[in-house]
Nanobody
Framework: QVQLVESGGGLVQPGGSLRLSCAAS????????MMWYRQTPGKQRELVAT???????NYADSVKGRFTIARDNAKNTVYLQMTSLKPEDTAVYYC?????????WGQGTQVTVSS
C-alpha cells in the first residue's frame, strides 16, 4: 500500500506560478507512470501530465509549454511546475501512481487562479 500526499496548492494571480508536490510513502521507482490529474465541480477528472518510469513525459494540450512534470526517485516525490497560470487552470489537482495491476490516488490539492 502506497499513500500519496499532494501539497503546494493555493491562490495565485493569473500569470503566476505554483509548484505542486506529490510525496509517496514508499518507493515510486517501480511504478510504470506517475500522473497529475485535475478536476472541477461537475466535470470529469482530466489527465494533465504523465511521466513514465523511463522519464518520458506527456501533457494535455491545454497545459503544454506551461506545465512541467518531474520525478525525484530518491525523494519518492513527483512535481508539477505550473507557470503562466490561467483562471481555467483552477481545479483540485490529484496525483496518481500507476502500476500494472493497481493504481493509487492522493487526496488532492486546490489550485485557484484569480485576481
Amino acid at each position: 500500500q502506497v499513500q500519496l500526499v499532494e501539497s503546494g496548492g493555493g491562490l495565485v494571480q493569473p500569470g503566476g506560478s505554483l509548484r505542486l508536490s506529490c510525496a509517496a510513502s514508499g518507493s515510486i521507482f517501480s511504478f510504470n507512470a506517475m500522473m497529475w490529474y485535475r478536476q472541477t465541480p461537475g466535470k470529469q477528472r482530466e489527465l494533465v501530465a504523465t511521466i513514465t518510469s523511463g522519464g518520458s513525459t506527456n501533457y494535455a494540450d491545454s497545459v503544454k509549454g506551461r506545465f512541467t512534470i518531474a520525478r525525484d526517485n530518491a525523494k519518492n516525490t513527483v512535481y508539477l511546475q505550473m507557470t503562466s497560470l490561467k483562471p481555467e487552470d483552477t481545479a483540485v489537482y490529484y496525483c496518481k501512481a500507476m502500476d500494472t495491476l493497481i493504481s493509487y490516488w492522493g487526496q488532492g490539492t486546490q489550485v485557484t487562479v484569480s485576481s
